[in-house]
């Protein structure tokens, strides 16, 4: 079974962009969430997709949004990117709820905002 | 909300054991977890235990939990240099999707 997948692995962007990241989840699971991974603020949990709904969200600006599609893939937008949006973006997937599956995560997107 | 605590480094002789340590405050934490992470990689899901169980064994790993001391430990056994990595242990509740996760344990291994 392949693993979960997010495009692109790199980014480049300036100050005031936008950014849309994809996660395609492992084929069956249902639960996609997000985690944003910077050298001062360690993993923070973003926000978590299952079924089209976004079920739970961490504390961040409404700047982050996500969707998730039919399929089970989710994007994940910045809108006016800020110097601290430079992070890795993890993606994880899990079979059902990700409270009650294990979380399975892609390699990450590396965000650098210059 | 839930805090996670790991100290940030640990240096072992290759074919010595690591013991990596982890404390969290929610003693509600259901499902506990140990991810392994390499330079420049995704998280790798290594291990994890239920809160009702107090040893969990995985071929060389070896998770302990003391619910008591909310102290969660991972043991690997015979440490090789493919064992270089940064250890997260992280936590979930039932009905609460996030991970909350500490700030990660960077494991050298000295030849």
């Known amino acids: 079974k392949a693993g979960v997948t997010q495009t692109p692995r790199y980014l480049i962007k300036t100050r005031g962009q936008q950014v849309t990241l994809s996660c395609s989840p492992i084929?069956?699971?249902?639960?996609v969430s997000w985690y944003q991974q910077t050298p001062g603020q360690g993993l923070q949990f973003l926000f978590e997709y299952f079924s089209e709904t976004q079920r739970n969200k961490g504390n961040f600006p409404g700047r982050f949004s996500g969707r998730q599609f039919s399929n089970s893939r989710s994007e994940m937008n910045v809108s006016t990117l800020e110097l601290g949006d430079s992070a890795l973006y993890l993606c994880a997937s899990s079979p059902g709820l990700a409270g009650t599956d294990t979380q399975y995560f892609g390699p990450g997107t590396r965000l650098t905002v210059l | 909300g839930e805090d996670v605590e790991q100290s940030l480094f640990l240096s072992v002789r290759e074919g010595d054991s690591s013991v990596i340590n982890c404390t969290y405050t929610?003693?509600?934490?259901?499902?506990l977890y140990w991810y392994k992470q390499e330079p420049g990689a995704g998280l790798q899901l290594l291990t994890y235990i239920f809160s009702n169980m107090d040893m969990k064994q995985d071929q060389r790993l070896t998770v302990l939990l003391n619910k008591k001391d909310k102290h969660l430990s991972l043991r690997i056994a015979d440490t090789q240099t493919g064992d270089s990595a940064i250890y997260f242990c992280a936590g979930s509740n039932f009905g609460n999707e996030k991970l909350t996760f500490g700030t990660g344990t960077r494991l050298t291994i000295i030849p």
């Open positions: 084929s069956g699971h249902r639960s």
């Open positions: 929610d003693s509600s934490s259901t499902y």
